[in-house]
């Protein structure tokens, strides 16, 4: 498990704010065309504290993260 700052790179989010969801089922189709790692987050409060499940192209991996007060805390990766 990795536990650093936050990375600061670039991405674009979209929230969806004032909304409950429960028991929830997310599909999601992506054509990256460039280098980068794309993904989905939940539970967002502000850039320092979220979840997300991060999917990288080069080098292959799937990984889901945990950031609390801008610490970035790796709970799970599978390598491909």
Not at 63 to 79: F, I
Request: aromatic share 16%; hydrophobic share 40%; proline share 4%.
């Amino acid at each position: 498990m990795m536990s650093e700052t936050v990375p600061s790179c670039p991405g674009t989010f979209l929230i969806k704010k004032y909304k409950n969801y429960y028991d929830l089922d997310i599909k999601v189709s992506v054509l990256s065309t460039v280098a980068g790692i794309y993904g989905v987050v939940w539970r967002f409060t502000d850039m320092f504290n979220y979840y997300a499940l991060e999917i990288s192209g080069n080098p292959k991996f799937i990984r889901c993260v945990k950031v609390v007060g801008g610490k970035y805390t790796e709970v799970a990766k599978l390598d491909g």
